[in-house]
């Protein structure tokens, strides 16, 4: 299983208001991408981080491209992409990843 992660600052508007788009626009899309797993947005001070889960690298690289042209057409303006990473999931309780062979978490 793999993640996406992406850094975002918010340049203007309530950030509570942008994650409710986010999940009113961003994901039913990543819902609709094969492999999709799970999304997460949180907040720190002026910045969003957001999360997703993958059953895939490519299918976490087709949501990155997803995301970018969504995000472009939504929220121009509004926020920034500080950083951006896909990478293996190691662990998640949540996803059910262990590192342990033949478990669970």
Known sequence: ???RMAKYTV?????????R?????MLP???SQPGFKAYSLMESGNEIIS??????AEDAEAANKAA?????????GQIALEEAGI?????????????????TA
């Open 1 to 3: 299983m793999h993640g």
């Open 11 to 19: 340049s203007s508007g309530d950030i509570h208001e942008l994650a």
């Open 21 to 25: 788009t986010a999940e009113d626009g």
């Open 29 to 31: 899309i990543f819902k």
């Open 51 to 56: 999360f997703s889960a993958w059953e895939s």
């Open 68 to 76: 970018a042209s969504w995000i472009a057409e939504n929220l121009a």
């Open 87 to 103: 990478g293996e999931i190691l662990f998640s309780t949540t996803l059910g990843v262990s590192t342990k062979a033949g478990a």
